[in-house]
């Protein structure tokens, strides 16, 4: 493989992008500590802390016309890294362009806090967002990048479990799906940039600590049935593509609707390390118009936004 597989938007970014991020204990401190730093933001938030170890940002629409749709959102970061901060622009944009309210969720990190921790933060803060004055509670769609929308999923997976409030969606951008993905060789792995195979054996070990995968890790439950209709997104130079496309095959064999948007020749976060590419925001547009079909949402497409790219049903 050579650089003209990779997506023409992406090509020289993916030259000096590393193909992973989080192998070891030593890089991820570092990591934290570089995302710890105190950035100015001009994006309007509000920090709310719901427990002792977890808090959410949240993002409100420029008008409120009454209980509306929301959006609760997971960041990236393997489990072991990112903030819901990082995410600032893509849920702004959510909340002004979709009328949304938005809450991003700041999760307990692996592998000081194993799993359920994160799950349960996710789950305190689904429980919030249902109860708000302003939010319809069956209008709620749950997503996420990465890491994120592997919570996104599990957390999808356990309100079906527990009937409870289900959400009415999930958008899962390039999910982080099952923890088998990683120790085989792989024909794209000299092209994959962010995210590699020793990152996401650190990332999954961290996080599953001593527990039964089959218990934690969406892409081993059997029973995918009675899911809320789903987005899945995903770049074909991507680590997590098989198992994103084996996952959407699964939903619709368990009866439920799934759409799975490809982009050629991407890999793992391009939307983030390039979001002002047209690609990205083509990427971008798809996810929209999942969100605004699946919650009823009337106001017209964002005129800044281009056509989606390629789907495939």
Do not use: K
């Not at 938007?9 to 991020?21: E, I, K, M």
């Not at 009454?66 to 997971?74: E, I, S, Y």
């Not at 921790?117 to 789950?123: E, N, Q, T, V």
């Amino acid at each position: 493989m050579s650089d003209e597989d990779f997506h023409p938007d992406l090509r020289l970014a993916a030259r000096f992008l590393p193909r992973g991020t989080s192998p070891n204990h030593t890089r991820m401190r570092v990591m934290r500590a570089l995302e710890s730093i105190p950035r100015p933001s001009s994006v309007r938030a509000q920090d709310l802390r719901l427990d002792a170890g977890m808090s959410v940002r949240i993002y409100r629409p420029s008008a409120h016309t009454g209980r509306g749709p929301a959006l609760l959102w997971m960041h990236g970061g393997g489990y072991v890294m990112g903030s819901a901060r990082q995410d600032d622009r893509y849920c702004r944009r959510f909340a002004d362009a979709l009328g949304l309210t938005v809450v991003s969720v700041n999760y307990r990190l692996a592998p000081e806090h194993p799993y359920p921790a994160a799950l349960d933060d996710c789950r305190t803060a689904f429980d919030y967002l249902a109860g708000l004055p302003e939010v319809d509670p069956t209008r709620i769609a749950v997503g996420g990048m990465s890491a994120g929308a592997g919570l996104a999923a599990a957390l999808a997976i356990g309100l079906r479990d527990q009937a409870a409030i289900t959400p009415a969606y999930q958008l899962l951008v390039y999910p982080m799906l099952d923890d088998r993905t990683g120790p085989a060789p792989h024909p794209h792995a000299d092209h994959f940039r962010l995210w590699d195979q020793a990152s996401n054996i650190f990332g999954w070990r961290s996080y599953l600590g001593d527990v039964d995968p089959a218990i934690a890790v969406p892409a081993r439950q059997t029973d995918l049935s009675g899911l809320p209709p789903t987005w899945i997104g995903v770049g074909t130079l991507d680590l997590f593509y098989d198992e994103d496309l084996d996952y959407a095959r699964r939903l619709r064999a368990a009866g439920v609707p799934c759409e799975f948007h490809t982009v050629d020749g991407a890999f793992h976060g391009f939307d983030e390390i390039m979001p002002n590419t047209t690609v990205a925001r083509e990427f971008f547009t798809a996810q929209h118009a999942g969100l605004r079909a699946a919650l009823a949402i009337d106001r017209p497409p964002d005129p800044a936004l281009p056509p989606a790219s390629r789907t495939d049903h």
